[in-house]
């Protein structure tokens, strides 16, 4: 198993320009999420999806959008990037949470993304 | 606002030295996070616990839940533990598709 893998590495962007941030996973995990990592601030979370075809907003939504149409996938979209924007971005899954069981949360390597 | 705070920011010890990460919460949760990120960003899950005690190898994760505590500890500890170790915590009602994270303790084993 490949895990769960994120496309780019590293991007650089210029304001006001979109992009897709792609994140897939091989676990066949219904739960995935997008986070943002930036300087002295915890993970944040932007967006979440418990299955395929649902989604909802996390921490601090605006400026992307998701979509969840595969188990597989959850690409994240940057309508217009805007210099606020630049920060680590990671892709994690888990299994369902079922009554009181947790799962173990794996996260992608990660993209680090800048706006200029 | 939930929150989750962890001390201290930043940790520097000698090899060996046994070492505690510390992260607390605001309000009840169902179960806590203990992850690792190393220099090269990736982040791990090292432990999951709701109650008691969890341990593998040298590293060794408690929570008490009445008083919203958490720690992490590390025996005998070694260069290649340096890294950010974070908590995490899931509120009472929600599973792991919205996690409170911590900001995180910096941690550098000296030879």
């Known amino acids: 198993n490949a895990g769960v893998t994120q496309t780019p590495k590293f991007q650089v962007l210029k304001t006001g320009q979109s992009m897709t941030l792609q994140c897939a996973q091989d676990?066949?995990?219904?739960?995935m999420s997008w986070y943002r990592q930036d300087p002295g601030m915890g993970l944040r979370l932007i967006h979440y999806?418990?299955?395929?075809?649902?989604?909802d907003q996390g921490e601090v939504p605006n400026g992307y959008n998701v979509s969840r149409s595969t188990t597989e996938d959850f690409p994240l979209r940057l309508l217009s990037a805007a210099p606020s924007q630049t920060s680590v971005y990671f892709c994690?899954?888990?299994?369902?949470?079922?009554?009181?069981?947790?799962?173990?949360?794996?996260f992608g390597p990660g993209t680090r993304l800048t706006v200029l | 606002k939930n929150e989750v705070e962890q001390s201290p920011q930043n940790l520097t010890a000698q090899e060996g030295e046994f070492i505690t990460i510390n992260c607390s919460y605001s309000?009840?949760?169902?179960?806590l996070h203990w992850l690792q990120q190393h220099p090269g960003g990736g982040i791990v899950s090292l432990f999951m616990?709701?109650?008691g005690k969890k341990k593998h190898g040298r590293l060794i994760a408690t929570i008490n839940i009445q008083e919203k505590h958490s720690s992490l500890h590390i025996t005998a500890s070694h260069p290649r533990d340096s890294a950010v170790y974070i908590c995490?915590?899931?509120?009472?009602?929600?599973?792991?598709?919205?996690?409170?994270f911590g900001t995180g303790t910096r941690l550098t084993i000296i030879p």
């Open positions: 994690a899954s888990s299994p369902r949470t079922s009554g009181a069981v947790h799962n173990e949360q794996f």
């Open positions: 676990m066949n995990h219904e739960y």
């Open positions: 999806s418990v299955g395929a075809g649902i989604t």
């Open positions: 309000v009840g949760i169902s179960a």
């Open positions: 616990l709701s109650s």
């Open positions: 995490a915590v899931l509120w009472r009602g929600f599973g792991n598709e919205k996690l409170t």
